[in-house]
């Protein structure tokens, strides 16, 4: 998937490639390029830079993990980083893609083994992780539920079938269906203007 990048200009190929797959403009495209290259010179953001950057749009907290499994979900062709042609694909669908597109990327974030269900152990892990992100005081999980009791119980709501999976269809029906659903399983961000 990743974008092939000459030294200072993006192919024309990939340019094409964005402006078919986005809902950017040529020029909308060509300000965000420059402004990856600004950030990442050499084309590939890495993991730190990455984590640098994401976390100006989150409270403060432990982001270690949770970045990490953005990072895993924005890396498609799970080379070890995150190319433009990625990045710009992942930026549009989180801005300008449709719910179900929005979801289904989100379901990319919890399915951490990628076979295409989220068992109990992933939820349970993700729930940790959003957990620790969370500032003491504006904690989504309430006290009285551990984040493995809540995950529990989301999981019950998400497998509709019960067969110990929730398929991206499954995930997707139960946050459209339950909006409260998707709230408890975001972390808690602050307004984030980055490009």
Known sequence: MGAKISRDRLLKED???????THYTEDI?????????????????????????YSQCFQKGNLTEFCDHVFR???????????????LLAMDVTSSGTPEDKLSLFFSLFDVDGNGWIDQEELTNLMKCIQNMADLGKTKLELSESPEEKAQEIFKKMDMNSDGRVTKDEFIRACVVDRELLSVLTPPSTDCHIQ
């Open 15 to 21: 340019l094409e490639f964005l402006k078919v797959n």
């Open 29 to 53: 495209i060509l300000d965000w390029y420059r402004g990856f290259k600004k950030d990442c010179p050499d084309g590939k953001l890495n993991p730190d830079s990455f984590m640098k950057i």
């Open 73 to 87: 979900t924005f890396d498609t062709d799970r080379n070890g980083f995150i190319d433009f042609k990625e990045f």
